[in-house]
């Protein structure tokens, strides 16, 4: 079975694609709200990634669902982006916290 008739499969007169389309959608809203109001800001992190992750997930699953090769091109670019940008938060948020205190201090260090 193709991933385009694995997609198109009817369960109950509903295609399994855009049953599972729908789904990925209905987890945005959390997603976005744990991004704007995430007590920290890895919680805002989590909630970016997860937004970004369904689009990218939603982009490849509609090119499969409409066969244009555009977009799976544009989920390959997309991958990128999101990867570097992953990279450039984790290095923003480690550098955004206090260094921990060392175990010596200036004074018993003579």
């Known amino acids: 079975m193709t991933p385009r008739e694995l997609l198109t499969y009817e369960i109950l007169g509903v295609p399994i694609g855009w049953a ?17 109001r995430g007590p920290a800001e890895a919680d805002r992190a989590i909630g970016a990634d997860h937004v970004f992750f369904v689009l990218v997930a939603s982009l490849a699953m509609l090119g499969l669902l409409w066969e244009r090769h555009l977009l799976m091109d544009l989920v390959v670019v997309v991958t990128l982006i999101g990867f570097i940008s992953a990279l450039i938060l984790g290095r923003y948020l480690g550098r955004s916290r206090p260094a921990p205190k060392s175990a010596l201090s200036a004074g018993d260090a003579e």
């Open 20 to 36: 599972a389309l729908a789904l990925l959608v209905a987890t945005v809203l959390p997603a976005i709200y744990r991004a704007a």
